[in-house]
């Protein structure tokens, strides 16, 4: 018998987008925190090329990948912020 922990995936974290208006990030915040959508912010370092200090990267799970973008789309479209969608796996090392 296997036990019921195996079939689990871990480290699924996907970055979804990149925020740089602090009113677009409150928004999706909320709106992700209203479906019940875990998420949490990744602030990149600035590099000596890449100055943009306010710039965060919301990082949700791979399994709710479809409802985020539905939602983090509906919120650019209605109030004309321009977010920048990565999609792509997150690059965490916790080990």
């Known amino acids: 018998m296997q036990p ?3 079939t689990l995936k871990v480290n699924n974290e ?3 987008c990149e925020v740089s ?3 677009c990030k409150q928004l999706i915040e909320r709106a992700l925190l209203k479906n019940r959508i875990s998420y949490y912010i990744r602030w990149p370092k600035a590099s000596f090329f890449n100055r943009k200090k306010d710039a965060c990267i919301i990082c949700i799970n791979d399994n709710v990948k479809d409802a985020a973008e539905e939602i983090v789309r509906g919120i650019c479209d209605e109030s004309g912020y321009n977010v920048r969608f990565i999609l792509k796996r997150s690059s ?3 080990l």
């Open 92 to 94: 965490n090392n916790y």
């Open 4 to 6: 019921l922990y195996t």
């Open 21 to 23: 208006d602090p009113d």
């Open 14 to 16: 996907i970055e979804l």
